[in-house]
């Protein structure tokens, strides 16, 4: 009898066993923002655990090492933190669209606020939570004294809000959004080539573009200095020229959108986006006052200098106006790393920095 009792409880554990199969981890890929932060005081340091869905919290020792506290849940995928006081923090969870605010003494989340779609930062100044949304291009302020009114919608021309910094006199908000361009555009291979596969009447009886262009245009352009094609290579219909879109830049001292052959494609191209890059907003109101303009195509992330308030904005500058693989072309530069300062005190005049000087550009 013993026996078969025996036998029945490690038949009850291997089934509990097989029963318990641990959830993958899906990766989500959700890029970090500003993922540390140190409390007011300094004594804590709060780091966001994107994987884990966790902030963490460290002890600042005398010496400066750290000391683990508090492994604290939060939503998935946070990406941003910010502490409002040496005990509450407020976490950014990119993935739950929501704010987890979190008690540090009591080491939970006490409040859990929704923000919007794919949040990517906050920041706490002048009595509001100004809240990046990502996926609405906007900027959610929210008063701090009554989380639960609706908040007011700043919309940003721009893709993808991405990260929010505040002014050292702390009058202002700065903002910028990750996916700003860099005045290019492309024009279709059916207007260079003429390739009947459009509908050119139905798509005016809707009220759409015909992709038509106003004028003559010019022809396809050369193959760059430097490349020439493979004889043994079935050459395309076309004169040649395989039949697929260009890639035009606008050139702001002629005010035309210009291949890399310098030709004029403005005939094609009836209008152009701007190319807002940074958003001042003013806290007061709470209302966007300003804009600048042309600091990169991809921006990362923006923080203030507390000395002198200037402003930092990592960034990479795409080079896809360039065509072919080749020493004279492309030759493996793809984007220019950068940093970009805007100086506030110069009429917000950017300099740029050249991340990338260390690298020699001939050496293959």
Same mark, same amino acid.
């Given at each position: 009898?013993?026996?078969?009792?025996?036998? /029945?409880?490690?038949?009850?554990?291997?089934?509990? @066993?097989?029963?318990?199969? #641990?959830?993958?981890?899906?990766?989500?890929?959700?890029? *970090?923002?500003?993922?540390?932060?140190?409390?007011?005081?300094?004594?804590?340091?709060?780091?966001? !655990?994107?994987?884990?869905?966790?902030?963490?919290?460290?002890?600042?020792?005398?010496?400066?090492?750290?000391?683990?506290?508090?492994?604290?849940?939060?939503?998935?995928?946070?990406?941003?933190?910010?502490?409002?006081?040496?005990?509450?923090?407020? @976490?950014?969870?990119?993935?739950?669209?929501?704010?987890?605010?979190?008690?540090?003494?009591?080491?939970?989340?006490? =409040?859990?606020?929704?923000?919007?779609?794919?949040?990517?930062?906050?920041?706490?100044?002048?009595?509001?939570?100004?809240?990046?949304?990502?996926?609405?291009?906007?900027?959610?302020?929210?008063?701090?004294?009554?989380?639960?009114?609706?908040?007011?919608?700043?919309?940003?021309?721009?893709?993808? /809000?991405?990260?929010?910094?505040?002014?050292?006199?702390?009058?202002?908000?700065?903002?910028?959004?990750?996916?700003?361009? !860099? *005045?290019?555009?492309?024009?279709?291979?059916? @207007?260079?080539?003429?390739?009947?596969?459009?509908?050119?009447?139905?798509?005016? *009886?809707?009220?759409?573009?015909?992709?038509?262009?106003?004028?003559?245009?010019?022809?396809?352009?050369?193959?760059?200095?430097?490349?020439? =094609?493979?004889?043994?290579?079935?050459?395309?219909?076309?004169?040649?020229?395989?039949?697929?879109?260009?890639?035009?830049?606008?050139?702001?001292?002629? *005010?035309?959108?210009?291949?890399? /052959?310098?030709?004029?494609?403005?005939?094609?191209?009836?209008? =152009?986006?701007?190319?807002?890059?940074?958003?001042?907003?003013?806290?007061?109101?709470?209302?966007?006052?300003?804009?600048?303009?042309?600091?990169?195509?991809?921006?990362?992330?923006?923080?203030?200098?507390?000395?002198?308030?200037?402003?930092?904005?990592?960034?990479?500058?795409? #080079?896809?106006? @360039?065509?072919?693989?080749?020493?004279?072309?492309?030759?493996?530069?793809?984007?220019?790393?950068?940093?970009?300062?805007?100086?506030?005190?110069?009429?917000?005049?950017?300099?740029?920095?050249?991340?990338?000087?260390?690298?020699?550009?001939?050496?293959?």
């Amino acid at each position: 009898m013993r026996l078969k009792w025996l036998a /029945a409880g490690v038949l009850l554990i291997g089934l509990a @066993v097989c029963g318990t199969v #641990r959830a993958q981890y899906v990766n989500f890929e959700s890029s *970090q923002v500003h993922p540390m932060a140190l409390t007011p005081a300094g004594s804590k340091l709060l780091v966001v !655990n994107t994987p884990d869905a966790l902030l963490e919290v460290f002890t600042v020792l005398p010496d400066g090492s750290l000391a683990p506290l508090a492994s604290i849940p939060v939503g998935l995928e946070p990406v941003s933190v910010v502490a409002s006081s040496d005990s509450e923090a407020w @976490v950014v969870n990119h993935l739950s669209d929501t704010i987890s605010i979190v008690d540090l003494n009591l080491g939970t989340t006490v =409040r859990t606020l929704p923000v919007g779609d794919e949040p990517t930062d906050v920041v706490l100044v002048g009595g509001h939570a100004f809240v990046a949304v990502s996926q609405e291009d906007a900027v959610q302020v929210f008063d701090l004294l009554h989380l639960e009114t609706p908040p007011a919608k700043l919309d940003l021309f721009g893709s993808d /809000a991405r990260a929010l910094a505040v002014s050292k006199d702390r009058s202002k908000v700065y903002a910028v959004v990750l996916n700003s361009g !860099n *005045q290019t555009t492309d024009v279709n291979a059916n @207007v260079i080539f003429g390739t009947q596969t459009i509908d050119r009447t139905r798509l005016q *009886q809707l009220g759409l573009n015909p992709i038509d262009c106003s004028a003559l245009h010019p022809p396809y352009p050369p193959l760059p200095p430097g490349i020439t =094609r493979d004889t043994q290579l079935p050459d395309p219909p076309n004169g040649g020229v395989p039949p697929v879109g260009l890639i035009v830049k606008w050139d702001p001292a002629t *005010q035309k959108w210009r291949d890399d /052959a310098g030709q004029d494609w403005s005939m094609c191209l009836p209008f =152009r986006l701007p190319d807002h890059d940074l958003f001042i907003i003013d806290v007061a109101s709470p209302q966007v006052t300003g804009m600048v303009d042309h600091l990169g195509t991809t921006l990362f992330e923006i923080s203030v200098n507390p000395a002198n308030g200037r402003i930092y904005v990592p960034n990479t500058e795409a #080079r896809n106006n @360039v065509r072919f693989e080749l020493p004279l072309g492309v030759g493996g530069h793809v984007v220019d790393n950068r940093l970009t300062v805007v100086d506030p005190g110069a009429g917000n005049a950017a300099t740029i920095v050249d991340l990338d000087e260390h690298i020699d550009r001939g050496s293959d």
